[in-house]
């Protein structure tokens, strides 16, 4: 069992960056693979950036690529999201989740355990 608890996030301009962090409990988190996912309202959910179980792979669709940046400290059991050169758009709740794969997924549905969510605010 994992559990996740995503913090950092809030109201910035566009242009602005913010840091998520995901702080996870269990043992076993060096095993899993995590993910970022967004949704905001109306919309489905989205998928963000991966990061595999030891942090040596990661991959982002093309319209996240150069701006964010995912990353892990496995000794801290903490997942973080780098968002850069934020837009409106980016307007979302972002959720951290972990999956058994341990790999990069990028399906929703190979994740396994999901935060509650952070609420990510871009003003223009």
């Known amino acids: 069992q994992v559990q996740l608890v995503e913090s950092g996030g809030g109201l910035v301009q566009a242009g602005g960056s913010l840091r998520l962090s995901c702080a996870a409990s269990?043992?076993?988190?060096?095993?899993?693979?995590m993910g970022w996912f967004r949704q905001a309202p109306g919309k489905e959910r989205e998928f963000v950036a991966a990061?595999?179980?030891?942090?040596?792979?990661?991959y982002y669709p093309d319209s996240m690529k150069g701006r964010f940046t995912i990353s892990r400290d496995n000794a801290k059991i903490t997942v973080y999201l780098q968002m850069n050169s934020l837009k409106p758009e980016d307007t979302a709740v972002y959720y951290c989740?972990?999956?058994?794969?341990?790999?990069?997924?990028?399906?929703?549905?190979?994740?396994?355990?999901w935060g509650q969510g952070t609420q990510v605010t871009v003003s223009s």
């Open positions: 990061i595999n179980w030891s942090g040596g792979s990661t």
């Open positions: 989740a972990a999956s058994r794969t341990g790999r990069t997924e990028t399906d929703r549905h190979e994740y396994d355990y």
């Open positions: 269990g043992r076993t988190f060096s095993r899993y693979g």
